[in-house]
């Protein structure tokens, strides 16, 4: 069992900046780690992904050119959101998948959740 905990949400006006963190409890069967965001009424959306242990990252179209996500160690992962649009608004949660040919960008694939992480951004 992996445990998430996502960190670093908060509101912000457009434009601004925020830097979500994931700490995991042990990533030594992930293979993936990944953010996702889900707005109210909308389905849950890939924002960005690590292939953990190879550090390949992918990006959802949203999202190219305005965040990053980045591996710092074993059980540490971050997003760094730029120039935040009120589209951006969502609960932000970090997920890990154990599957060697998991799909990056689906959620199906992801066996471990965060609790999610609130990012408000207000024009």
């Known amino acids: 069992q992996v445990a998430l905990v996502e960190s670093g949400g908060g509101s912000v006006q457009a434009g601004a900046s925020l830097r979500l963190s994931c700490t995991a409890s042990d990533t030594f069967s992930i293979y993936y780690m990944s953010w996702f965001r889900q707005a109210p009424g909308k389905e849950r959306e890939f924002v960005g992904g690590?292939?953990?242990?190879?550090?390949?990252m992918y990006y959802g179209d949203s999202v190219k050119g305005r965040f990053t996500i980045s591996k710092f160690n074993e059980n540490l992962m971050y997003l760094q959101m730029n120039s935040l649009k009120p589209e951006d608004t969502a609960v932000y949660y970090c997920?890990?998948?154990?599957?060697?040919?998991?799909?990056?960008?689906?959620?199906?694939?992801?066996?471990?959740w965060g609790q999610g992480t609130q990012v408000t951004v207000s024009s």
């Open positions: 997920a890990a998948s154990p599957i060697w040919s998991a799909s990056v960008s689906s959620t199906t694939d992801y066996h471990y």
């Open positions: 690590i292939r953990w242990s190879r550090e390949i």
